[in-house]
């Protein structure tokens, strides 16, 4: 695995430019990204999907949460592909299976397990292929990519977080309330962030975006510029921090 910058890259998968996007659930991650990856014509890896769809599968296997060999050889076993924006899973499309409140408290519980979290490792890194790849999740900074050419690190308010998954899911037709979300958000926070298995945290050489008053076009703007920034100096990689408030 070459861990070094990106800069001079011979076509090739290990070599091809990553932006790494992270931050904590309803940050704008995945809107974030898949607009960077669309106005680069990057790769776009939506990493969380990866949690999910074990979470899910060990769902309807009946397997349980605590059984960590199980997990990790679901996990390496499992059979998913990607296409026109939808997941699969087995060949059956499970984009909103995936996404329902309960499979998100379940995928939560499934990346504390490191045995599941290595099993994924080389699924994320086969990703990476020219011209590049924009990756969202939790550790692609810290532990995925980190030789990563820009490491975004995104950031917003609890409440502003709990809003947009709130307009999300009602436009969906769920009925949920705000004050249920607000607690999921914070208890999904708490364990992403108190895991001894790559935590939710801050890379060392990110920059930090702070997206609570920010439309996604401003962010994507933002992150689209760092990265031209970057590339224009030439830069080794995203050693550069600032903060926008
Ligand atoms: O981003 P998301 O909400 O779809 O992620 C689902 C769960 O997976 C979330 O609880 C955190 C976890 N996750 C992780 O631990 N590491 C990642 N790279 C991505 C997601």
Redesign the pocket.
């Known amino acids: 695995m070459n861990r070094g910058p990106a800069t001079t890259f011979e076509p090739g998968v290990e070599a091809a430019p990553v932006i790494a996007i992270?931050g904590p659930?309803?940050s704008g991650?995945?809107t974030i990204a898949q607009g960077v990856a669309a106005a680069l014509g990057y790769r776009y890896l939506?990493?969380?999907?990866?949690?999910?769809l074990v979470a899910l599968q060990a769902s309807r296997q009946k397997v349980s949460f605590d059984d960590e060999p199980r997990l990790a050889a679901l996990a390496d076993g499992l059979e998913l592909s990607f296409a026109d924006g939808r997941t699969f899973l087995s060949g059956q499309d499970v984009s909103e299976a995936i996404r329902t409140e309960e499979v998100?408290a379940l995928?939560?519980k499934v990346?504390v397990l490191p045995r599941v979290?290595t099993a994924l490792l080389t699924r994320?890194r086969a990703f990476r292929a020219p011209p590049g790849l924009v990756a969202?999740?939790?550790?692609?900074g810290t532990v995925?990519f980190p030789d990563a050419r820009l490491k975004i690190y995104l950031t917003a308010s609890a409440e502003a977080r709990a809003s947009r998954r709130y307009k999300q899911l009602i436009d969906k037709g769920n009925s949920i309330t705000i004050q249920g979300l607000l607690r999921d958000i914070r208890e999904?926070d708490a364990?992403?962030s108190a895991r001894a298995e790559?935590p939710?945290k801050t890379a060392a050489d990110a920059v930090v975006l702070d997206t609570t008053d920010m439309t996604a076009d401003a962010a994507v703007a933002y992150v689209l510029q760092q990265y031209q920034t970057l590339s224009a100096a030439g830069s080794t990689g995203g050693r550069e921090r600032s903060k926008k408030a």
């Open positions: 992270d659930a309803a991650k995945g939506d990493s969380g999907s990866l949690y999910r998100s995928a939560s990346a979290r994320q969202e999740g939790r550790d692609m995925v999904r364990r992403d790559a939710l």
